[in-house]
């Protein structure tokens, strides 16, 4: 019979469908595992990457089914997105039509890989049983002060009259329509974040389980930094300008002040200075950079002089005020004191607009000479220039010199994070209304619960140009207040999708509560997530936002646990040619051109046997034929075999060989999957396997040991390659599924390796004996020989001409 695997992949899909083999269930005397891929962006087609992503997890999913526990393994759909709305705008089709025909193409394709989800537990977080609950979301954090309103700016297209996400505007330019991008400020809605930050930071430290590389991409995006905050007093309005430095044992050094070109002292400052229209005409200029590109270390220090100074407090002298690029609103207090000395930024800006240059702290060895310098000199040294606290180190000098200000009563101590609020607020159709009515009686007033959800209407105009078509429907728009039941408006701004995405995971362990979001018991049994497998991209954003929704639904009492995700494991990239494959350099291999020709089967082996999960894995079409021929391979063998097993007797003469394969493959591969997640090397050792039962395949066994073997094989071939591992396992006439098969045990005693007396000859004559292992390879055989102490003196000046092995008998040395 031939491998086809057409036939059989397609059979063992619908009959698992059918007998809901991985319908899971809260059996609560079970013990549980949560396996869980991060779930797709429905855009039409899975990719490699995808297939790779989820290959892993349900290789993991199904081998802890095996082994005992009971496997929580759900699929869904991160539903909600710009893409569907740009494609109504494009095309004229519906954003849920797209979007609904995108899932159903994506579910057959996933269904074709013969993954092992629980499909009764999908999820699409556009469905309004769901963002029924990410509203329900919403109201509870507003409740509990975590939601709040301010204005914030957007970058706004004048030419679309649109607001753009960040990754829409490229170098200031609107990627639609090629104008110039303007910030524009808009009341928009915020998560409070920040309140969670220094939790957030420390119960990293229980992430046992997460890769380091995560973890302080995590650290270094909440960015905690102690300092000291303390004022300047500007010359001649005398406001108070407060600075936030990381470094106040440089506060001698200062040769300017620099502000934030948004920050509300600079028109008062600039007002009626000579300096004033330029201060404006800067401040205009900066509206079209974002943060990131405006303090990208490749970005050059740029700025103006506002015409004000401000007094240093700590030594009367009088310095320049300015406003530049690399000064954020957002972070500290919007304004830093300039030490080009010490600060490389600040260095490159004195550099640039010819402003003093003051040493202030020097290295142990050298004297400083501010001409000489060409860079900013950022080690540790000792004060000078520092009046009283000169000699000291700057070490110390921090700590003595924030004690100094707070003593005299000009600065204090802070603790500052990067982390900021986080704006959830779309200007969007296709996303989760905003639950939120106001009123002009009563102000702002959250939608009952009884009245969620806030369905999206259906019939809605795309026409590119307006803010939302949220914005035009009337129908939509107008409602009455909660309150005073007088009329009133809906928030017509939906929510930001990663709201979406960071509960999901709760409503798998429920998906279909319509009174809750989840039942405790039963989102307290599966939590936490034991295995998250996804890409590193969403290491900052999507973690970070999942991980607090926790602890504020966990402060509600809502779930126990602190952390959300137990183990995490981020795939490495799909290459070819050593590039990433994708669509925008048009080398992607598509998987249903792979499955068409292969077979998931193949499919999947590849993926998993090509690179352990972690690492990049490079595209070879000779990688896939080759675990396509390696299937054949077990096909055939196990027919054959299987044939064989019926005419078998009860002892056979290779049984302990046999065995012994068995048995340390058992061990090895239970051991790579379960210790290491090593499925490459687990794979290779079940591919020596078959090379071993191979070569016993005419020699004689016994039955139980063959039956022992072949039965094995499947049962460790059955995660990576489900299907044909089924097909097998019922030619060799098993009625059960193999998936629901308890994972063997090996056997110790069988991997002994038994040794035995073998003969030594030089040209025909006996003159040693050795142990060595039965199975001993000729090479090492020969080898152990030769190094036989005994023999050596007689080898002494003979040249050895060859040396003939005879398997568990004898070496024979022949020398001249
Ligand atoms: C003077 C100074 C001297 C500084 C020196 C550093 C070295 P982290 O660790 O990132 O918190 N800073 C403060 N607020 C800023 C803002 N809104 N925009 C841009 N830069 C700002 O760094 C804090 C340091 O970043 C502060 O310490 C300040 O520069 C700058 F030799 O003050 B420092
Ligand atoms: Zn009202």
Known sequence: MKYDFKLIESKW?????????????????????????????????????????????????RFKRMNGFNVLYPMGWDAFGLPAENAAIKHGIHPSKWTWSNIDNMRTQLKQLGL???????????????????????LLLYKRGLAYRKKAFVNWCPSCSTVLANEQVVDGICDRCKTEVVKKELEQWFFKITDYADELLNDLEKLHGWPDKVKTMQQNWIGRSEGVEFSFNAEKTGDKISVFTTRPDTVYGVSYVVLAPEHPLVETLSSGTEYEVSVKEFKKKMEKYNEIVRTSTETEKEGVFTGA???????????????????????????????????QRDFEFAKKYNL?????????DKTLHPDEMNEAFVDDGILVNSDRFNGMSNIEAIKAIGRYMEDIGIGKFEVNFKLRDWLISRQRYWGAPIPIIYCDKCGVVPVREEDLPVLLPEDIQFNGRSTSPLQECDKFLNTTCPKCHGLARRETDTMDTFVCSSWYFYRYTDARNEEEPFAREKVNYWMPVDQYIGGVEHAILHLMYSRFFNKVIRDAGLVTVDEPFENLLTQGMVLRDGVKMSKSIGNTVSPEEIIEKYGADTARLFILFAAPPERDLEWSDQGVEGCFRFLQRVFRLVEELSNKLSNAGNFGEYDKDVRRITHKTIKKVTEDVSERFNFNTAISAIMEMVNGLNAHKDTNISKTVLKEALDN????????????????????????????????????????????????????????????????????????????????PLLEDKKIVKVITVPKKLVNIVVK
């Open 356 to 364: 003093p240059i003051k040493v202030v702290i020097s290295p142990q």
């Open 13 to 61: 899909q619908k009959k698992w469908e059918e007998n809901k083999i991985y319908k899971t269930s809260e059996d609560y005397n079970k013990p549980k595992y949560y396996c869980l891929e991060m779930f797709p962006y429905p855009s039409g087609n899975l990719h490699m990457g995808h297939v790779r992503n989820y290959s892993i997890g349900d290789v993991v999913a």
């Open 116 to 138: 092992s989800y629980d499909w009764d537990r999908e999820v699409a977080t556009c469905h309004p049983n769901y963002y029924k609950w990410t509203q329900w979301f919403f």
């Open 309 to 343: 100074y401000a007094i240093n407090p700590m030594n009367g002298e009088k310095v320049p005020i300015w406003i530049a690029n690399y000064v954020l609103l957002g972070y500290g207090t919007g304004a830093v004191m300039g030490v080009p000395a010490h600060d």
């Open 713 to 792: 094989l499947l049962l460790l071939l059955a995660p990576f390659a489900p299907h044909i591992t089924e097909e097998l396992w019922h030619t060799l006439g098993h009625k059960e599924s193999v998936h629901l098969m308890p994972w063997p045990k090996y056997d110790a005693n069988a991997i002994v390796e038994d040794e035995i007396e073998i003969v030594i000859q030089i040209n025909g004559k006996v003159r040693d004996k050795m142990k060595i292992s039965v199975e001993a390879s000729e090479d090492e055989m020969r080898e152990a020989a030769l190094k036989q102490e005994k023999l050596l």
